[in-house]
């Protein structure tokens, strides 16, 4: 498997070759328009896995120039488009321009009839984490709320896509005292991990964390003791 420096660099120069078949098409060819704003778009997502964020934005802005040049409405394209400039920006802390390509993102799926969807779930995560980066729980639960509700009405019951919206909601209530009903969402979040493929992964691990910090939360320590241990075990080996 190629790593990150390398799939950077074949996408740059993928864009490049698009980004000027379009140019020399007088900007007529169409297709070369929509590969190139996705390209531009992966090209961002590889740098974010870097950690350039403020690189990555330029290309962010030029695939949403390219996907506004189309005739035709690019649909999910250009809604994964202001999601990851938003990403991009919640990295760099500006949290009102994050907040404000969310929204974007939200009014798009309606303004373009796209039906409701995992991704669009995924959008309402991120807006959530951004409220309560801001200490705006009363604003964040509703967000995770209706994240969870979307993959429960469009995934299988044992996707672990739907385990990782349960061990969000759980933390957040975990992180304010509500410590029952977070309870009951890492429950029903590990069983379906334990069911759909086991508890030795990465995402399972971080739900197992957050229970244990909540058995710590509420006086079981023993047994917060115990998972922690499974914890360390999953992520580093025996």
């Not at 070759?17 to 590889?46: I, M, P, R």
């Not at 690019?74 to 990295?91: A, D, M, Q, T």
């Not at 399972?204 to 710590?216: F, I």
């Amino acid at each position: 498997m190629e790593d990150v420096e390398t799939r950077l660099l074949n996408a740059r120069l993928r864009l490049c070759t698009l980004t000027e078949t379009f140019n020399q098409s007088g900007k007529t060819d169409l297709d070369a328009c929509l590969h190139a704003a996705e390209v531009s778009v992966e090209v961002g997502k590889l740098m974010q896995e870097q950690g350039s964020f403020a690189t990555a934005n330029p290309f962010f802005q030029q695939a949403l120039e390219l996907y506004n040049s189309l005739p035709a409405p690019p649909g999910i394209g250009l809604v994964r488009c202001w999601y990851h400039l938003g990403k991009n920006y919640y990295e760099q802390e500006d949290f009102d321009l994050a907040e404000a390509a969310y929204r974007h993102c939200i009014d798009l799926y309606e303004m373009e009839s796209i039906p409701e969807d995992a991704f669009l779930a995924t959008i309402f995560d991120a807006m959530a984490y951004l409220y309560h980066d801001r200490d705006k729980f009363g604003v964040a639960e509703p967000l995770l709320q209706k994240a969870l509700a979307i993959k429960e009405s469009v995934l299988p019951a044992d996707h672990t896509a739907l385990a990782e919206s349960l061990n969000h909601l759980g933390w957040l209530y975990s992180e304010h005292a509500h410590y029952h009903e977070a309870e009951q969402l890492f429950l029903r979040a590990l069983g379906i991990w334990q069911r759909s493929c086991g508890l030795q992964n990465a995402s399972a691990a971080m739900c197992l964390e957050n229970y244990a910090d909540l058995l710590n939360k509420t006086g079981r320590t023993a047994e917060a003791t115990k998972i922690l241990c499974n914890v360390e075990q999953i992520r580093f080996g025996s």
